[in-house]
């Protein structure tokens, strides 16, 4: 009995000594993930199976959707110098000032508005491109005007999983404007029971908060009790809807104005299951979020292992997830970030698509926001100084997937292997 007690004793020291490293090597912000192949404990290897090669047909996907939406929406979209689908004839700038602004309309760039982000201190200036100038080639000119001003064009992101517009517009609503740990950055919500009567929604587009069928599901994968359980069941979301009715609904300028207002709500963990590319508010917007405390959790998409890195989920310190099969394999059509935090289950997932609708959906999108509800089950309240245990908590949650302790494909591994209908 002595040797067993000693034994225990010395487990639980070394186990103290290993949280004590994890926590070390977390700097904030912005947010750094402990390496677990030094601090965790070794798992056995579940041989995971490598990704299908089936990066042609999802590039072509991806090319046809940027395509179609540029060709259905001449009037609102435009490629910019790199073929990413952008808000036509705008230019989104920070760093902006009086005199830079009338130097830039001396050259024919227009101020349309200017808007302050309270919630992250922000401002934000919009110009009109000159008539007859290419949106690449007017980014290129105005940046050369302002070199001291971060200027982007303001692309548009994509759910990274099956959605759509709901064809009534009715709203899941709350009974209380009380506090809500949790965020969801996405379309609006519909009354679904599982979420019926927890849920503030906010429009950050035209026509919007307006029901959709992506924003549904992961906000039943949040917040979900009853006929589908989230993973953090029976808390209140704070929902913005940025696309609403608004083919370029879904921009970077849209995504920034609602960070702004998770972060005033007091929001300690949000969902962003939304794709696209590096653009330099958005970047801003999520960096200046973190140095708030909230901790950021993304999608990595559906566009293969080949397509460029996902944004917002490759930015430093975002929690990027991926998806699993049943078996626990990543999913083929997985995307990629500039690195990989966890996995979570991708594939038939249980999920809220309507009023009164439920379907088993696929996608990396279903994956995020299981990881978001336990990460803020441990991190309800933003608080820079409470970030390193609550990670470091969720590290030690994971099932080791793949090789053995952290890995580009399932980062430290999976969480709530049993949610999702499971």
Aim: aromatic share 4%.
């Amino acid at each position: 009995m002595r040797v067993l007690i000693t034994l225990v004793l010395t487990i639980s020291l070394v186990s103290t000594a290993m949280a004590t490293r994890l926590f070390a090597q977390i700097a904030l912000p912005p947010v750094q993930l402990p390496d677990a192949s030094r601090t965790l404990p070794s798992l056995p290897n579940l041989g995971a199976e490598p990704v299908i090669a089936v990066g042609d047909t999802l590039a072509k996907v991806r090319l046809d959707r940027i395509t179609t939406l540029l060709r259905d929406n001449r009037d609102r979209i435009e490629p910019d110098r790199e073929g990413q689908p952008a808000v036509r004839g705008i230019l989104v700038a920070t760093g902006v000032g009086d005199a830079m602004v009338a130097r830039a309309a001396k050259e024919g760039f227009r101020l349309i508005d200017r808007d302050h982000i309270e919630g992250l201190d922000l401002d934000i200036v919009r110009f009109a491109v000159p008539e007859g100038r290419s949106l690449g080639r007017a980014q290129k000119q105005l940046a050369k005007l302002l070199p001291d001003a971060e200027i982007d064009a303001d692309h548009i992101y994509f759910a990274s999983g099956p959605g759509g517009a709901l064809p009534a517009p009715a709203l899941a609503t709350t009974a209380s404007s009380g506090r809500a740990s949790l965020g969801l950055i996405d379309g609006g919500v519909a009354p679904h029971p599982s979420v019926a009567g927890r849920v503030e929604q906010r429009g950050f587009a035209a026509g919007a908060p307006y029901a959709s069928r992506h924003g549904t599901a992961l906000a039943s994968l949040l917040i979900g009790s009853g006929p589908v359980r989230g993973s953090a069941p029976g808390q209140n979301l704070l929902a913005a809807d940025v696309y609403g009715s608004d083919p370029a609904g879904g921009n970077a300028s849209a995504i920034a104005r609602a960070l702004g207002w998770l972060v005033q709500r007091g929001v300690a963990v949000i969902t962003i299951s939304l794709v696209g590319p590096d653009n330099k508010l958005l970047a801003t917007a999520i960096t200046r979020a973190q140095q708030r405390g909230m901790l950021i959790v993304a999608a990595v998409g559906n566009d293969g292992p080949a397509a460029p890195p996902a944004y917002p989920a490759s930015y430093k310190g975002v929690f990027a997830v991926t998806g699993v099969d049943g078996k626990n394999r990543v999913l083929p059509e997985a995307g990629r970030a500039l690195h990989t935090d966890f996995a979570a289950p991708g594939d038939a997932v249980l999920a809220a698509t309507g009023a009164n609708t439920t379907n088993r959906l696929r996608g990396t999108s279903f994956a995020a926001p299981l990881v978001a509800g336990r990460l803020a089950l441990r991190y309800p309240t933003p608080a820079i100084d409470r970030i390193s245990p609550a990670v470091s908590a969720l590290v030690f949650e994971a099932r080791d997937l793949g090789k053995t302790g952290r890995d580009k494909t399932y980062g430290h591994g999976l969480i709530c292997g049993d949610c999702g209908g499971r």
